[in-house]
């Protein structure tokens, strides 16, 4: 049974930094077969993409909002994808998910829709 795990949210002031985990494990292709992102739900709004990176880790996108303080990178040989999220802001506040997408070659996306498997999330709140 495939099984998307998020960790590292917590409480931070604005200005501060966290690291965000997320576990992949029982999948039907190997991890690197899929393109992977994070999402971010905030309350009373829609879900958007955050950032995502392709099978290889080769190539990045990034939303505006955060382009400059998140780093995205993944580890294939642990199965293990990570959101390093610097200069915090409380606009970041929200709960944040990893997903899946099986990979279309070299690119990746930050539409809901693009994806297949989905955490349960993790939340980050960001105190002013």
């Known amino acids: 049974q495939e099984q998307v795990v998020e960790s590292g949210g917590g409480l931070v002031q604005a200005g501060g930094s966290l690291r965000l985990s997320c576990t992949v494990s029982g999948m039907a292709a190997d991890f690197d077969d899929y393109a992977m992102g994070w999402f971010r739900q905030a309350p009373g709004k829609e879900r958007e993409g955050v950032s995502c990176i392709s099978w290889s880790g080769a190539n990045t996108y990034y939303a505006d909002s955060v382009k400059g303080r998140f780093t995205i990178a993944r580890d294939n040989d642990k199965n293990t994808l990570y959101l390093e999220m610097n200069s915090l802001k409380p606009e970041d506040t929200a709960m944040y998910y990893c997903?899946?997408?099986?990979?279309?070659?070299?690119?990746?996306?930050?539409?809901?829709?693009?994806?297949?498997?989905w955490g349960q999330g993790t939340q980050v709140t960001v105190s002013s």
């Open positions: 997903a899946a997408a099986p990979s279309n070659g070299v690119g990746c996306g930050l539409t809901t829709l693009e994806y297949d498997y």
